[in-house]
């Protein structure tokens, strides 16, 4: 027994059967004795909804009007789930952000949660409530509503598991836990059992299809444990949380990460001196273009060949700035490709077991695949390669790291 919060994302609360679904889901929690904070999203499709209606009425709409509306959404799924819970019999309370009073800053469409009063949550509990709580939105100083930014009802049940001190926080969405790397590359990835909130934020670009990214930083950073779970499904999922120091066998590499949306730039022939790094990137920064990976290369003429990622969709924008520090600094050239991808192998493991780099690269190697450009973090090695060999990549690096799934019986399902 103990304090639970379920979040359950718009898929689960998408009609009224599944909020019957999810109805029965917490009675039952509850009659195990557990006490249970509930937070929803709005139905499927809602918070999608209500923007095209903003869109229609105005182009760029306050911030301010914005909140009110794409709060809504959830705000009905409140009302609904309570009542689903109260037709099971089960005492039920729903709350809008602003009554719970999670205070936000005031930076509409994408504020921050600054604090959770959660006195009023404790009497609600205490008296035997389940407490349906609307995700995604707090309330300002002033009392203006706030939303907290697309997806941000995971960091909602966080932060109230962070400020109830939950025992977990469950995140009930439409995948039954997090993969070694995209089932759909790789046939035979395998659902983690547990991963660590650091190895989790490193294969954001998994993840962040599962969970709010923002969310994972927020529960590492309080350490509340979090657990991805299929809403409809029965399974343990997959617990995030931190490293475990009494685990013997903490697996070397936790899974295979990839990113299509990189893009490479390269200054040829620079002139090679000191704060010749600070003149190319300087520029980029004040363009406000995110950089990735950076290689620096020096040849023996006195120059040096400088390449760096950025999103793809800022592979234009950059070129052109580069164009301009090119001429600038007398390089030669600038070359931008945009058929480039990122594959990462991630693992605390590393930390503690040698030979992980050049067991990718010999992995790469044995299915020929070209490496462009490594990079590499305490428990992370990324290389950019050609986007064309993505899948071979990950398929390759996948089963010569050992993640795959026991080969299914033949004639079970
Ligand atoms: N309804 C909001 C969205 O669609 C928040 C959430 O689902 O977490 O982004
Ligand atoms: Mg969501």
Avoid: W
């Avoid at 070397?252 to 090679?272: H, Q, W």
């Avoid at 003149?279 to 400088?306: C, H, R, W």
Wanted: a negative charge; proline letters at 2%; charged letters at 25%.
């Amino acid at each position: 027994m103990g304090l639970i919060v379920q979040k359950f994302g718009g898929t689960s609360v998408g009609s009224i059967q599944r909020i019957g679904q999810v109805a029965d889901k917490v009675a039952r929690f509850r009659a195990e004795g557990h006490d249970v904070v509930v937070v929803v999203s709005a139905m499927s499709g809602e918070t999608n909804r209500l923007i095209a209606l903003a869109e229609e009425v105005q182009e760029r709409p306050e911030p301010r009007e914005m909140d009110v509306l794409i709060s809504t959404g959830e705000q009905v799924t409140t009302a609904l789930l309570s009542m689903a819970l109260h037709k099971r019999g089960v005492k039920a309370k729903s709350y809008t952000g602003s009554q719970v009073r999670i205070l936000t800053d005031d930076s509409h469409t994408k504020a921050r949660i600054r604090e959770i009063d959660n006195e009023r949550l404790h009497a609600g509990l205490e008296a035997g409530f389940v407490l349906v709580v609307a995700g995604f939105q707090g309330v300002d100083e002033h009392g203006n509503i706030t939303t907290l930014g697309r997806g941000g009802s995971d960091t909602t049940a966080v932060a109230l598991a962070a400020a109830l001190k939950a025992d977990e926080c469950q995140i009930y969405t439409d995948v039954d836990g997090v993969y070694t790397t995209d089932p759909r590359v790789v046939d035979g990835a395998r659902r983690l059992d547990r991963i660590t909130f650091e190895e989790m934020l490193e294969m954001a670009s998994m993840g962040s299809k599962v969970l709010q990214i923002r969310a994972v930083e927020f529960a590492g950073k309080y350490q509340v444990p979090l657990r991805v779970l299929h809403s409809f499904e029965e399974g343990p999922g997959t617990l995030i949380t931190l490293e475990d120091a009494n685990q013997m066998e903490t697996p070397t590499i936790a899974g295979i990460a990839f990113n299509r949306d990189e893009a490479k730039l390269t200054i040829l022939g620079v002139p090679d001196m000191p704060g010749v790094a600070y003149k190319i990137l300087g520029p980029i920064g004040e363009a406000n273009i995110e950089v990735d990976v950076i290689v620096q290369n020096s040849a023996d003429d006195n120059t040096t060949d400088f390449s760096f990622t950025v999103s793809r969709s800022d592979l234009a924008r950059a070129k052109e700035v580069l164009q301009g520090v090119a001429n600038e600094i007398k390089a030669r050239e600038v070359r931008g490709d945009s058929k480039i991808a990122k594959v990462s192998v991630v693992g605390v493991g590393m930390r503690s077991h040698a030979g992980v780099a050049s067991q990718m690269f010999g992995a790469l190697a044995e299915v020929g695949i070209n490496i462009q450009m490594i990079t590499t973090s305490e428990i992370k090695i990324s290389v950019i390669i050609e986007e064309k060999f993505l899948e071979l990549a990950v398929r390759s690096l996948h089963s010569s790291f050992g993640l795959e799934r026991e080969p299914k019986e033949e004639g079970t399902a």
